[in-house]
């Protein structure tokens, strides 16, 4: 297995050792899940797991606590620690750790040119013998040391540097060892953990005796005159620091580019114009040319011109059962609707979006992000760290929602969960809503944003107030600013349109094929009619609204697609616009999303999530219609 | 403080009730003695920021790591000037478990740390880490400028 801090090459390692992709970012948190693949060849390959990233087997986080539960099962197999070269000592930290459990480890120094290109030299072969396990340089982008850690991995030892801790600490362990079971695979790492205060892992563990262990723990903490967690952590730090000043040197270096535009990133003052830059070149890249251009040059010429005309001609030619030829190329057709939507709409916004969502990713933009971005959050009772799955929401919310698990407490994540659900647009409805948003006037997409803002500032906030739980400290860790590499771009663009067309395409013919059955039998006029008093009494939009909403009822990028072609072919005024982009916006997501929430939280809190984000939708859109109304000239 | 009807001494911090869902942001605090709902200061946010303009120009300024100091050089970590090195020396004031989370980045006493700025969020250098973290954290960390090594016997370590 991988195992390693967050942020140090681990995904790309693993990539690297299988040959298998798994998503790879410049910022902790990728990895929410335990990836399996393969390594070695000729009859001697071996299962390799990739686990999410860790900052010390004494778990906080949920992705923590599934990487060590690994370790503590005690057949790991051998593992593969990988360490940020440019970063020694806190890789040691860890491994100086993951040594009390007695497991065989081979060390991998990855991201091994980055410490060059920092002055930062280390002697390998010393501290191979110091720890007494195989220690391999690694740059896994360009494939440095990839067979030699395949070699060695067949021989794998565990560390033999041990840290030295006070008597009192040591009589401890041994008593606490005692009450956790002696016999137990990584005994020793379990009782140091359980007395540092790690008390979910004895539940883990399914050991009795938390009274017992708490009582030794508080006695250790009298003997000392300190915290037994403090005593423990301070003697690794030590024996860490001391091991890394044997073995690293370190050469004066000037400041680099990437090293100075990370400074100016986060500065108080530079750091706001660089993020308005960033979000109008996202704009420009997905707004002005995914869905103008693109999406012009696609359904005007490639569906519009080319596509549609043949295929209508073909099945009109060749299928003459009226039915069929109606579902293929009717009016709510697979061909004329459903493919012409998320193919010739959506598809050319999402790749771009992803496209540009990857450079931001690899470049170590978004932990920047969410520094500047933390007091904003504290307003939603949020902090900083919150950035990073909303972000991900931009490109897909059913996995942000998975993401918050890198999220420390339950009352954050669901708040997160809540909040991803309610407002942040997934890349295919945000490249809509971008399309959208061109026909219309600054102070009406003003209105939009106060809106979506204002609506998700309000629900934060209260949702803070009202959730029972804590909220944790803000401590992030800045990665440094890296030139994303192409071909991880490439893989990782192509990987999420993959994921778009596997994915969202079936849901499109789904919902046409459930609007061509209610528009067959009638019924889709009894919903229309049914809905009238809230979709043109309330909301003020036109009766063939409708049919998008209930659409968005699957996907709210199906909804925002079919409220898109209606603006387009000027079905829409600038009012009803706006008004559809709040309600639109407002949406659940998907069918996907729900599923994951009630996946990752139950059914109850999915059930909540629901009847919080449906109502408030047509509650703020129509109230947004008033407004317009209540101020007739101000914005046309 | 001191309940200005019965002069009463409390601790302000739980608010007027905690089992108010909007307790938490509440710049009320009632008197345990007699119910008297007077206004905290400290937890207002206008009244904090005029205390804290008023105090650029006269509370205590940044200590250098040559300049003066207080407690044996001890200050907190958030009256350090940017861009010098220190060594931390105290971490009591804070909770075990977000001293745990901050060790495991290599913050524990004895580790040499740099400010590398303030605003927006403070950002702390350990070793090569770089971390964002929230203004109420510095206040709890010890420092000593300059870097000192320890002489502790703990932490050794040795191959077995």
């Known amino acids: ?636 | 403080m001191q309940c200005p009807l019965c002069s009463f001494e409390f601790e302000p911090r739980s608010g007027c009730s905690t089992s108010c869902p909007f307790g938490s942001g509440c710049n009320l605090v009632c008197c345990p003695n007699c119910g008297y709902q007077g206004v905290d200061p400290e937890r207002s946010r206008l009244a904090g920021w005029v205390q804290r303009a008023i105090s650029r120009f006269t509370g205590p300024k940044p200590v250098h790591a040559t300049g003066p100091s207080g407690d044996g050089g001890r200050i907190a970590l958030s009256r350090l000037d940017l861009g010098i090195d220190a060594t931390v020396v105290d971490l009591s004031a804070m909770s075990p478990a977000r001293a745990l989370r901050l060790g495991a980045f290599g913050l524990s006493t004895g580790a040499h740390v740099r400010l590398v700025q303030r605003r927006p969020v403070p950002v702390l250098r350990i070793g090569e880490t770089d971390l964002g973290l929230e203004s109420a954290v510095l206040d709890e960390i010890q420092v000593v400028p300059g870097r000192r090594e320890t002489d502790e016997p703990s932490g050794r370590a040795h191959a077995h």
Not at chain 1, 512 to 539: D, M
């Open chain 1, 1 to 636: 297995m991988l195992l390693g801090n967050a942020n140090v090459g681990k995904s790309a390692l693993f990539g690297a050792l299988s040959g298998r992709y798994v998503s790879v970012s410049n910022y902790p948190g990728t990895t929410v899940e335990v990836a399996s693949g393969v390594v070695g060849r000729n009859g001697s390959s071996r299962a390799l797991l990739d686990t999410p990233g860790i900052q010390s087997l004494h778990a906080v986080s949920p992705d923590e606590v599934v990487t060590r539960n690994i370790v503590l099962s005690g057949d790991p197999g051998a593992v593969l620690l990988v360490i940020d070269a440019k970063n020694l000592q806190r890789g040691l930290l860890l491994a100086l750790e993951a040594g009390e459990a007695g497991i065989p480890i081979v060390v991998a120094l990855n991201m091994a040119d980055e410490a060059d290109r920092k002055g930062i030299e280390i002697d390998v072969p010393k501290l191979s013998a110091l720890l007494g396990v195989p220690v391999v340089r690694a740059v896994a982008p360009r494939r440095e040391g990839i067979e030699e850690i395949r070699t060695r991995l067949g021989h794998a030892a565990p560390i033999r540097l041990r840290v030295e801790y006070p008597p009192a600490v040591e009589r401890a362990v041994e008593r606490v060892g005692e009450v956790i079971g002696g016999s137990r695979p990584a005994s020793r790492l379990a009782a140091l953990l359980s007395l540092a205060g790690d008390d979910a892992l004895l539940t883990d563990l399914s050991v009795a005796g938390h009274a017992e262990i708490a009582v030794l723990r508080e006695a250790l903490g009298f003997e000392l005159g300190l915290p037994a967690a403090s005593v423990i952590q301070r003697a690794r730090l030590e024996a860490a620091r001391r091991t890394a000043a044997e073995v690293l040197r370190r050469r004066p270096t000037a400041e680099s580019l990437p090293e100075r535009l990370a400074r100016l990133a986060i500065h108080p003052a530079w750091g706001w114009p660089i993020l308005g830059l960033v979000l109008y070149a996202v704009y420009l890249f997905v707004g002005v040319f995914g869905a103008g251009t693109l999406v012009d040059f696609f359904e005007e010429t490639v569906f519009g011109g080319w596509i549609n005309p043949v295929v209508t001609s073909a099945v009109t030619r060749w299928i003459p059962i009226p039915l069929i030829a109606d579902f293929l190329v009717g009016d709510y057709g697979v061909v004329t609707m459903a493919l012409t939507y998320s193919v010739a709409i959506v598809l050319p916004i999402v790749s771009t979006f992803f496209l540009a969502f990857s450079l931001l990713e690899d470049s170590g933009y978004l932990p920047r992000l969410a520094v500047m971005l933390d007091r904003p959050f504290r307003r939603m009772g949020l902090n900083g760290k919150a950035v990073l799955p909303m972000i991900l929401g931009l490109g897909c919310d059913t996995m942000a929602t998975m993401t918050t698990r890198i999220l420390e407490t339950r009352k954050e994540r669901i708040q997160v969960t809540l909040l991803l659900a309610l407002g942040v647009p997934c890349s295919a409805q945000l490249g809509v809503l971008l399309g959208m948003m061109a026909g219309l006037s600054t102070a009406a997409i003003a209105v939009w944003a106060v809106v979506i803002v204002g609506t998700m500032v309000a629900v934060g906030a209260l949702a803070a107030r009202l959730l029972p739980g804590t909220s944790s400290d803000f401590i992030l860790e800045l990665p440094p600013l890296r030139r994303p590499g192409l071909v991880n771009i490439t893989l990782k663009t192509l990987a999420r349109v993959e994921w778009y067309l596997k994915e969202v395409i079936p849901v499109f013919v789904i919902g046409t094929a459930i609007l061509f059955a209610l528009a067959g039998t009638g019924a889709l006029s009894v919903i229309q009619e049914a809905l009238s008093p809230l979709v043109v009494g309330w909301l003020g939009l036109p009766v063939e609204a409708t049919e998008a909403l209930l659409v968005g009822f699957l996907r709210r990028d199906y909804g925002a697609a079919g409220l898109f072609a209606m603006a387009r072919t000027g079905g829409l005024d600038f009012v009803q616009i706006t008004v559809s982009l709040v309600v639109v916006t407002l949406f659940m997501p998907c069918i996907a999303n729900v599923l994951m929430i009630v996946k990752e939280y139950g059914s109850r809190v999915a059930l909540a999530v629901v009847a919080v984000v449906f109502p408030l939708a047509f509650l703020m859109g129509g109230l947004v219609r008033l407004f317009f109304q209540a101020f007739p000239g101000l914005f046309s």
